[in-house]
């Protein structure tokens, strides 16, 4: 993949450069999917409960237009197919939000350390979630060759994710390791680490309102990449978190009143090359 594309293994160390390697005209298809599931239950009563659900598929083809002489990355991402739903009751019923057509695409610029330096999107959260992805997919690796059992750490929930996807506001890292290299593929697997400790506007009530919430979670990823090609074959992703959350509304003027509530947060999120 233009995204993940890798250097070959290095026979005299047994070491590889999982850093990106851009090519002009390289065109990769890939279907993606992603859905989280976030639960409250109320602490007591009065109490805070809700449920939030967002799922997203799609397949998208993603293609190296040009690549400067200082390593700049001009790409192009042609949404192939795309559906995404998003339901919730935290704070009232809200429709479904399923409106979000396929056949437009997304072009952004990546420096050579894969920071994004010019991006057009559509205006569509669905498409913003997809760019996300594409970024996460480009900032993972380490910064040197390594050798397998060695390890490094990234800020970011794996290297598939986009924040969009989660009513609540939340911190991660991922700790990877190359676990194994075999006949010509590397196998890469990593532990997420989640915490919050902040608020989130998740409407718990018959108003917008922040709520505060403190929790921590984990996380596991697993994915591979071909290095005889660099691209990657499959990604997935899947995690849990789970904290306490407090709201406090005033009450009928007489006294402010306090709610609480557990929340549980459950998420997944997969790549898989079809082409």
Not at 19 to 31: A, C, H, L, Q, V
Not at 77 to 84: G, I, K, Q
Not at 101 to 117: F, M, Q
Not at 216 to 231: N, Q
Request: aromatic share 4%.
């Amino acid at each position: 993949m233009m995204i993940l594309a890798c250097s070959a293994l290095t026979a005299a160390q047994g070491e590889v450069s999982l850093r990106p390697i851009f090519k002009s005209g390289d065109e990769n298809r890939y279907t993606i999917s992603a859905i989280v599931d976030t639960n409250v239950t109320p602490s007591g009563s009065p109490g805070l409960r809700g449920s939030s659900r967002r799922e997203l598929n799609a397949t998208v083809l993603i293609r190296t237009v040009s690549v400067s002489e200082t390593g700049e990355a001009d790409l192009e991402a042609l949404v192939e197919a795309l559906s995404f739903n998003s339901t919730s009751n935290i704070g009232g019923s809200q429709p479904p939000i399923n409106n979000h057509a396929s056949g437009k695409t997304i072009r952004l610029k990546l420096s050579p350390t894969g920071l994004l330096s010019k991006c057009t999107v559509p205006q569509s959260q669905a498409y913003q979630i997809l760019l996300d992805f594409i970024l996460s997919l480009a900032r993972w690796y380490p910064t040197g060759e390594i050798a397998v059992g060695e390890s490094w750490q990234s800020d970011g929930h794996g290297p598939l994710y986009s924040a969009e996807l989660s009513p609540i506001s939340k911190r991660s890292t991922t700790l990877y390791k190359l676990a194994s290299v075999e006949k010509g593929t590397a196998s890469i697997e990593g532990a997420v680490t989640l915490s919050s400790n902040g608020t989130s506007a998740v409407n718990p009530g018959a108003s917008a309102a922040d709520v505060g919430m403190i929790g921590s979670g984990r996380g596991t990823v697993h994915f591979e990449v071909d290095l005889a090609t660099g691209r990657v074959l499959n990604a997935i992703t899947e995690s849990q978190i789970e904290g306490n959350i407090a709201n406090t509304q005033p009450s009928d003027g007489v006294k402010p009143e306090h709610r609480t509530g557990s929340l549980v947060e459950i998420a997944k999120f997969s790549i898989k090359l079809v082409k």
